[in-house]
């Protein structure tokens, strides 16, 4: 052995199952960087392809400056710094559990004359030797993800994808994944190789492999039953693990709730809804003079799935009976129990909203709302001395171009409603759904049998289901990587933990500990971790999940209102807690299947 770095390639075929962990840790970080560097790369040449045709020639400038282009920076770099932070400290942790393994080794290196600073570069090259192989598998493992993703868009989406680079390498990817990873293991390095670096001689030479922190008092076990006690002592003592531990977790919820504010963004982006038609059919002077007999007659057509329409009278005096009465004109829409219906499948009402009360003939009403409007759910709407109740409120208005009401009041009605308010039958618009094969000689029937009296606008071309469903998959498919780190990261540093202190368990196994004391005690070590980590992540995430609402969503969307994340927070920990139970379970089984005199005298 010509240097005591020729111990490193050594050490890691030795450790080569403890450090899997690290290493996968390594591998997502670098794909996750360069899986979403590189597709925001392809879709700023896309943009930059669309200014091109537009202006005919694009700077970096222009391209930055178009909202598609700020958004796709903006999330790029947040991205970026959170899944640094978050490897950092999932690194960290599990190079934490393995010195406190190899706490002896060291000692043993110190009585044989290695310095401090050599533990501390021992420490950092071996971490930067698990980089040769780790980062080329992150990076290729990205690169080939964003390829996937490109072809998808390309061909099963097309539309604006129909020129996104098939197999483009994207330079900023690659190197913001290299760097991702270099840096990530080299910060995460520090603080296990000071960590290595203070232990003494005098450990390797008393055989105390472990770094025990002493109690100051005695542990207390009034509330909790003493294999409890002793188990939350455990994850409390060590001040540091304890830190990377609770930061590990809470960036995993940090994480998952900064992701899924991008499914927001998509959904504001590309709004989907369950009544979108594929066929329009209007009067040419925009008039209610669209028979129902014709709705009936081209629902029965061949390719045709579903036929509604919607009447409508503008400018209707009124007079809105709620904190104060007002006079006011209001505009009076009808929709169809279908069209009614997906305003629930949408979730367009606001909370309170009662749609049942609307259909049929009633004296029950939706309007459309936002953040300033001056109505609410239960006021009351007198028109032609009828007076109709708001049983529920839309949270924005469909007929607006920026979603806001402006002060205007827009009602929503059934038909049977709207005709006993108005007289009017016939229908100002007519929408049909097409079955999904439909075809082209089929759609010149269905215009053929409108006739040229009316207006068809064929709406097929419009499609965004596609484009939509590509977007989300995408975000649900990082969501699942960070799940899987997630309770990866989870089950290695329990697992870890407990290894660090196999003498301490069998110690107390020889005094008379029972197995499935030992079970409990690494449980209430396991969940302590778990709440304060949850209980982190929550402090940080959900502040950070609406401060990414507000640049991303509320700030180009005015009607757009952050709601509490409820579901996405029920769901991370909900895997939390899953995984802190998966954690428990293979430790608890090696330490129930270990002899006693085996426990001790494992090192």
Known sequence: MKSYLSLIPISAKVHQRQNRMTLLCIVFSVFMVTA????????????????????????????FSSALGQSL???????????????????SSSMNSSVAQRTQFFGMMRCIGMSKRQITRFIRLEALNWCKTAVPAGVVLGIVTSWILCAVLKFEVGEEFAKIPLFGLSAIGIVSGVIVGVLTVLIAASSPAKRAAKVSPVTAASGNSQMVMSAKHAIRSQVFKIETSLGIHHALAAKKNLFLMISSFALSIVLFLSFSVLIDFVNYLMPQSAAASDLDIASVDGTDSLSPEL????????GVKRVYGRRSAFEIPAQLHSASTQAMAVDLVSFDDFDLSCLQKDHALTHGSKLAKVYGDSGYVLATGDAGSAWKIGDRISINNTELEIAGMLKYDPFSSSGLTQGKLTLIVSGETFAR??????????????????????????????????????KREQRTAGMYFAFVSCIYGF???????????????ISMSVSSRIKQYGAMRAVGMGKRQVTKMIAAEAFTYAFLGCFAGCILGIPLNKLLFDLMIASHFGYAVWVFPFQNLAVILSFVFFAGLAAVAAPAKRMRTISITETINDL
Request: charged residues 15%; glycine residues 4%; without cysteine.
């Open 479 to 493: 969501l699942s990587i960070l799940t899987l780190v997630t309770i990866l990261n989870i089950v290695n540093s």
């Open 295 to 302: 709705a009936e007659s081209l629902s029965n057509m061949a």
């Open 36 to 63: 979403v560097f590189s597709m925001a790369e392809m879709g700023a040449r896309i943009e930059q392809a669309r200014l091109m045709e537009k202006h005919g020639s694009v700077s970096f400038q222009n391209l």
């Open 73 to 91: 920076l903006l999330v790029a770099l947040v991205l970026f710094v959170l899944i640094l932070i978050a490897g950092v400290l999932m690194i």
């Open 421 to 458: 308010l108005t007289g009017e039958t016939a229908y100002s618009l007519l929408m049909i759904q097409t079955k999904a094969d439909v075809t082209d000689e089929q759609i010149q029937a269905i215009q053929q049998a409108v006739g040229s009296e009316y207006i068809v606008k064929d």
